[in-house]
């Protein structure tokens, strides 16, 4: 277990709708970033967050957008799903941006777009 | 761009000696990370790498030549749960990681 921790777990919508997806990071860490993994790929990177601003961004459209709290935790949230946004979503925290020696990452949200 | 190339299958026996490659093009380089995914797992850090040279943690060693842009995943004394995907990954300035499309290694007995 690493600490981090995801939720749902998984969640189906359909295509237009939104959705928001929530993470914890491990205790003591101020790092969060997001990545999106389809099946049979490497995880794609979204963004990072570093004390609650974003720092840094993967080639993903605007209708990705993120935030982090005080606490350190973080929110994905997708507008508009389409079809191919149906992947695992995973978070991972780590003590220091920039210098991401170790990643921790959560069990991840699947997530189903119909 | 950011790219890196990895085989996306390995198979090995039981007690054998695998080698993952894995070639990168960057800029803003700062090191090579490996993980572990079980199928249905979250990716977990196995290894990192910011100097040329080789990293030994137990059964998993790691080795990193930046003026190649090479770096390998060594498991050694395989065992049957080894059997999962690995990713390289790189760390670059911009505080992000760029992952590779992972390889798979079945362990048969």
């Known amino acids: 277990e690493t600490g981090v921790t995801q939720s749902p777990t998984h969640l189906i919508k359909t295509r237009g709708q939104q959705v928001t997806l929530r993470c914890s990071s491990q205790?003591?860490?101020?790092?969060v970033s997001w990545y999106q993994q389809a099946l049979g790929q490497g995880p794609q990177f979204i963004f990072q967050?570093?004390?609650?601003?974003?720092?840094g961004r993967g080639n993903f459209p605007p209708r990705f957008s993120g935030l982090q709290f005080p606490n350190y935790s973080s929110e994905l949230n997708v507008n508009a799903l389409e079809l191919d946004d149906s992947a695992l979503y995973l978070c991972?925290?780590?003590?220091?941006?920039?210098?991401?020696?170790?990643?921790?990452f959560g069990p991840g949200t699947r997530l189903l777009v119909l | 761009g950011q790219s890196l190339e990895q085989p996306s299958e390995v198979t090995a026996v039981e007690g054998a000696i695998v080698q993952i490659n894995c070639t990168y093009q960057t800029s803003g380089f700062y090191g090579l990370s490996w993980y572990q995914q079980h199928d249905g797992g979250a990716p977990t850090f196995l290894s990192y790498?910011?100097?040329?040279g080789l990293e030994e943690t137990g059964r998993f060693s790691s080795f990193l030549s930046r003026s190649d842009s090479y770096g390998y995943l060594l498991l050694q004394e395989l065992q049957m749960k080894d059997s999962a995907s690995y990713f390289c990954?790189?760390?670059?300035?911009?505080?992000?990681?760029?992952f590779g499309d992972g390889t798979t290694l079945t362990v048969k007995p």
């Open positions: 991972a925290s780590s003590r220091l941006a920039g210098d991401q020696e170790t990643q921790y």
């Open positions: 205790s003591g860490h101020n790092t």
């Open positions: 967050y570093y004390r609650e601003e974003e720092n």
């Open positions: 790498n910011a100097l040329d």
């Open positions: 990954a790189n760390n670059t300035n911009a505080g992000k990681s760029t």
